[in-house]
């Protein structure tokens, strides 16, 4: 029975504990195991583009000239409404008539007051000449010269009130015959508040009748959580549009102690109109800041408030200290990993793996 075996087991050309030149070869060959850092994947840090180093809410203010409100300074009732809502206006242009009674009364007390004040100036004049010949006596001159003075101001006095309601010299005659005092809009932007009606009457000083809103120069607030680098660049982003790149107007000098933000202020690069109250986001473009990479979150190992990561070597890896500027999800802004290094994706797991813990 045991001829018959080996008698096989020759045939097969196959005899225990033997092997071919071919077979020792192939072995040879064979890979390695795999070693324990097959734990982690190995990533090369990737530069910043399209990664935010922080951002935050923002809102357009209003420019100056982008938004007023109309009202009446003195008591008056609305006679004519000339615009509504949704209506552009341009600066000047007349969205009320109101009746002001005390605007008519001043009106009228100018024209009474700079008619005695000319015909009192030609009587001064008058005198004047007489006097020069010795026929005019000084009491007639004095009296003269008050009467012009009383004018004057009683004249600059009324003028003064209509000033108050927006008028000048060149209104009062239509004002004094009971005419309407219009309300003109100080900026060009789109009506978007009417609240006067016809006939109404309304307080002075009180609630407005129009409100108009504009498009300014584009003035941006918003408030970080985090200081900003110096070398900081920004960008406006807005619903379905490309990010528009920002310049930084001012910075609060100290951190509000209501919640901990710094307030900031930003104008486009490029001059752009921006309706007030317009929202957005603000992002601290982190490609502008010098060594900044992103790597995995998983890749950085925090010990003893150092972070590092692991840097593959031809004996293995070591370990690479580096400053962490944010984490945004999976994936975290750093400096310090070299534009040539390759690191650990889970730093973790490849410890683990390697017993180094």
Not at 2 to 14: I, P
Not at 179 to 199: F, M
Not at 239 to 261: I, N
Not at 316 to 327: C, D, I, M, S, Y
Request: hydrophobic share 45%; aromatic share 2%; proline share 8%.
């Amino acid at each position: 029975m045991k001829h018959v075996l080996l008698h096989t087991l020759l045939l097969l050309g196959v005899v225990p504990g033997c092997a071919s030149p071919k077979e020792e070869a192939a072995a040879t060959a064979r890979p390695e195991a795999p070693r324990p850092s097959s734990a982690s994947a190995w990533v090369q840090p990737r530069p910043a583009r399209g990664v935010p180093l922080t951002e935050a809410p923002a809102r357009v203010l209003a420019s100056p000239e982008g938004a007023a409100v109309v009202g009446v300074p003195l008591r008056a009732s609305v006679s004519r409404v000339a615009v509504r809502p949704g209506q552009h206006v341009k600066k000047g242009h007349v969205l009320m008539e109101v009746l002001m009674p005390e605007a008519v009364q001043a009106a009228g007390r100018h024209q009474a007051a700079t008619l005695r004040r000319e015909a009192y100036a030609r009587r001064r004049e008058q005198l004047l000449a007489l006097q020069s010949q010795g026929m005019a006596r000084l009491t007639e001159l004095a009296e003269a010269e008050t009467q012009l003075a009383e004018a004057r101001a009683e004249a600059q006095a009324a003028l003064a009130l209509l000033a108050v309601a927006g008028l000048n010299a060149a209104d009062t005659a239509a004002v004094a015959r009971g005419g309407p005092v219009p309300l003109r809009s100080p900026v060009e932007g789109i009506v978007t508040e009417v609240s006067g009606v016809l006939g109404e009457t309304r307080e002075g000083g009180g609630a407005p009748l129009v409100r108009i809103m504009g498009a300014g120069e584009g003035l941006l607030e918003a408030r970080f959580a985090r200081p900003l680098p110096a070398e900081a660049r920004f960008e406006l982003v807005l619903p379905g549009e490309a990010p528009l790149p920002l310049k930084e107007a001012g910075r609060a000098p100290a951190m509000d102690s209501r919640d901990g933000t710094t307030a900031a202020w930003f104008i486009p690069e490029t001059p752009r109109a921006l309706p007030s109250g317009l929202t957005g986001m603000v992002r601290v473009r982190a490609d502008s800041l010098p060594g900044v990479r992103v790597i995995p979150a998983r890749a950085l190992l925090l010990e003893s408030g150092q972070a590092e990561v692991l840097v593959r070597t031809a004996a293995g890896f070591r370990r690479q200290p580096v400053q962490v500027l944010a984490t945004s999800g999976a994936e975290a802004l750093v400096r310090g990993a070299g534009e040539g290094d390759v690191v650990a994706a889970d730093a973790g797991a490849l410890l683990l793996a390697e017993g180094a813990r």
